[in-house]
């Protein structure tokens, strides 16, 4: 009986075991697949992990590509007004250099002028003849620099040219120049300045006749005399424009006082003369 | 400031003076010879003498060393301008006692500068 119930149960018993069975593969299948599940769930944590890290990454790379740029350009735009400064210097600076050679040029032609204010203002500071004379050696020895020179001045009854003062030399030992003969006596005719051919060898010793440089002494175009220049003072070397310009003054300004000088000496001459008749008429 | 030019040639004096009116504070005082210098520099109290070196009555080379005796002017700045431009002569004046020499023909500018740098105006 119990073998009968045992062989009635025995299909039960094994559809149940093969239930059971299903079951736990079932169950293992999905332990397996929880499995897989924690894989992938791993796998996509780290790749969510990996995603987050990267795109740190991109954004910080973007950041700092942005402030690379921002910081380039800012370092353009210095640059720019750098270039913008240092042509702004560029152009103070040759300011700045222009002006100190106007400086330089004004006050050359500043002292220049001093001594063509100060030549002219002493040869009209007075009327004696012998006084003009003197002022003219002190000009051409201490404004020119010369160290043997002299005047000469035109006799019209013998036309020629006669010394009348000299420095350097002895008066008596220059002879009279006759108008028109030699360097002297041309420049005079023509009323033109002569310099020598050897103008820079201001040191060389020279006859009367063949000077350094002559200067006619003319009250417009008509010549009264004639400045000669035979030699210059050793720490001369040669001549500077101021004292072409020296030149042009005395032979301007000379001339006159000379002239005036003379006139004035003759009319207070004339005038003691008649003063003299005056005086043994009235007596 | 004081200064004292002796000079014997007007036209120098003058010029010397001019360049000198540049200086602010200048008075500028003049004398023809040595002893004009000297009688003027015991009469009153000078920054500055220039002088030249041949002059009559009394050459600059006797005047700078009678102003070096003097203790009133023993320190004064002494300036030469004069047409010996020997190395000799210059030697002579430094040794006397002269601080600086300068010759003829002068330029008013180049006075002026030497004159400052003897006074300390910058």
Same mark, same amino acid.
């Given at each position: 009986?119990?073998?009968?119930?045992?062989?009635?149960?025995?299909?039960?018993?094994?559809?149940?075991?093969?239930?059971?069975?299903?079951?736990?593969?079932?169950?293992?299948?999905?332990?397996?697949?929880?499995?897989?599940?924690?894989? $992938?769930?791993?796998?996509?944590?780290?790749?969510?992990?990996?995603?987050?890290?990267?795109?740190? $990454?991109?954004?910080?790379?973007?950041?700092?590509?942005?402030?690379?740029?921002?910081?380039?350009?800012?370092?353009?735009?210095?640059? $720019?007004?750098?270039?913008?400064?240092?042509?702004?210097?560029?152009?103070?600076?040759?300011?700045?250099?222009?002006?100190?050679?106007?400086?330089?040029?004004?006050?050359?032609?500043?002292?220049?002028? !001093?001594?063509?204010?100060?030549?002219?203002?002493?040869?009209?500071?007075?009327?004696?003849?012998?006084?003009?004379?003197?002022?003219?050696?002190?000009?051409?020895?201490?404004?020119?620099? !010369?160290?043997?020179?002299?005047?000469?001045?035109?006799?019209?009854?013998?036309?020629? %040219?006669?010394?009348?003062?000299?420095?350097?030399?002895?008066?008596?030992?220059?002879?009279?120049?006759?108008? =028109?003969?030699?360097?002297? =006596?041309?420049? &005079?005719?023509?009323?033109?300045?002569?310099? &020598?051919? @050897?103008? #820079?060898?201001?040191?060389?010793?020279?006859?009367? $006749?063949?000077?350094?440089?002559?200067?006619?002494?003319?009250?417009? @175009?008509?010549?009264?005399?004639?400045?000669?220049?035979?030699?210059?003072?050793?720490?001369?070397?040669?001549? !500077?424009?101021?004292?072409?310009?020296?030149?042009?003054?005395? /032979? =301007?300004?000379? +001339?006159?006082?000379?002239?005036?000088?003379?006139?004035?000496?003759?009319?207070?001459?004339? %005038? *003691?003369?008649?003063?003299?008749?005056?005086?043994?008429?009235?007596? | 400031?004081?200064?004292?030019?002796?000079?014997? *040639?007007?036209?120098?004096?003058?010029?010397?003076?001019?360049?000198?009116?540049?200086?602010?504070? +200048?008075?500028?005082?003049? /004398?023809? #010879?040595?002893?004009?210098?000297?009688?003027?520099?015991?009469? #009153?109290?000078?920054? %500055? %003498?220039?002088?030249?070196?041949?002059?009559?009555?009394?050459?600059?080379?006797?005047?700078?060393?009678?102003?070096?005796?003097?203790?009133?002017?023993?320190?004064?700045?002494?300036?030469?301008?004069?047409?010996?431009?020997?190395?000799?002569?210059?030697?002579?004046?430094?040794?006397?006692?002269?601080?600086?020499?300068?010759?003829?023909?002068?330029?008013?500018?180049?006075?002026?500068?030497?004159?400052?740098?003897?006074? =300390?105006?910058?």
């Amino acid at each position: 009986m119990t073998e009968d119930k045992d062989d009635k149960n025995k299909p039960e018993k094994l559809a149940k075991t093969e239930e059971a069975e299903e079951i736990i593969t079932m169950v293992n299948r999905g332990i397996e697949f929880t499995k897989e599940l924690l894989q $992938e769930n791993e796998r996509l944590r780290f790749k969510v992990f990996q995603t987050q890290q990267e795109n740190q $990454e991109i954004v910080r790379q973007s950041s700092s590509a942005s402030l690379a740029q921002k910081l380039k350009e800012e370092l353009q735009r210095l640059e $720019e007004e750098k270039q913008k400064l240092l042509d702004e210097y560029n152009k103070v600076e040759n300011q700045n250099l222009e002006y100190a050679n106007r400086y330089v040029e004004v006050e050359f032609e500043n002292n220049n002028l !001093a001594n063509l204010y100060v030549c002219s203002y002493q040869l009209h500071s007075t009327l004696d003849f012998h006084e003009v004379l003197q002022i003219i050696m002190e000009i051409i020895i201490n404004l020119i620099g !010369a160290e043997e020179f002299g005047v000469l001045l035109l006799d019209d009854k013998i036309h020629a %040219l006669r010394p009348v003062a000299m420095e350097g030399r002895d008066l008596n030992a220059v002879p009279t120049i006759p108008i =028109g003969q030699g360097p002297v =006596g041309k420049s &005079a005719e023509n009323g033109t300045n002569y310099y &020598a051919a @050897d103008i #820079d060898d201001t040191q060389r010793e020279r006859s009367p $006749e063949e000077p350094l440089v002559c200067i006619p002494l003319k009250i417009k @175009d008509q010549v009264i005399g004639i400045i000669v220049l035979y030699k210059l003072l050793p720490q001369k070397t040669q001549f !500077a424009n101021v004292d072409y310009e020296l030149f042009t003054l005395l /032979a =301007g300004h000379a +001339a006159t006082a000379i002239f005036s000088s003379r006139l004035y000496t003759d009319a207070q001459r004339k %005038l *003691s003369t008649i003063q003299g008749f005056m005086e043994l008429l009235t007596h | 400031m004081k200064i004292l030019v002796v000079e014997d *040639s007007p036209t120098m004096r003058q010029l010397i003076s001019f360049a000198l009116k540049r200086l602010k504070d +200048a008075d500028i005082m003049e /004398a023809a #010879d040595g002893v004009e210098g000297l009688k003027k520099l015991n009469a #009153d109290s000078y920054n %500055l %003498l220039i002088t030249d070196i041949n002059m009559p009555v009394m050459d600059g080379l006797k005047l700078i060393s009678l102003v070096r005796r003097d203790v009133k002017y023993r320190n004064i700045p002494i300036m030469v301008i004069t047409t010996e431009g020997g190395a000799e002569d210059r030697e002579r004046a430094l040794a006397l006692g002269a601080n600086a020499y300068i010759t003829k023909p002068i330029q008013a500018g180049n006075v002026l500068e030497v004159v400052k740098s003897l006074l =300390g105006i910058p």
